[in-house]
Structures are given as C-alpha cells and as structure tokens.
C-alpha cells in the first residue's frame, strides 16, 4: 500500500511539472506527457481503491 502511495505521489508530481510547461510555455510534448500522465494516474487511482476495500475488509 505504502508503494502504491509513493507512486501516486510521483506521478501528480510529473503531472504538475508537465501540465504547467503546457499551460504557462505553450509546450504541446509537455501537454502529451501530462495527458499520459493522467491516464496512468487514474489507473493508479482505481488501484489504489482495490486495494483499499480489501484492506477495510479486513
């Protein structure tokens, strides 16, 4: 679970960085990356629920 946290972390980190060179530089590759970015974010996310139910079950 602790993995998983520091991977969401990591990727709305890389999102950030990505999604502000897009919207403040214009820099269309950065918005590329950060689309990519938030599709591996919500597959985290759904992850991160999964494993979160379990753990409530418990």
Do not use: C, P, W, Y
């Not at 993995?3 to 960085?17: C, H, S």
């Not at 918005?31 to 418990?58: C, I, M, N, Q, Y």
């Amino acid at each position: 679970m602790k993995e998983l946290f520091a991977q969401i972390n990591a990727e709305i980190e890389t999102f950030k960085t990505e999604s502000d060179l897009h919207i403040e530089k214009g820099n269309k590759a950065a918005g590329t990356r950060a689309r990519k970015s938030a599709l591996e974010l919500s597959k985290l996310l759904k992850d991160f629920r999964k494993v979160s139910v379990e753990e409530s079950k418990k």
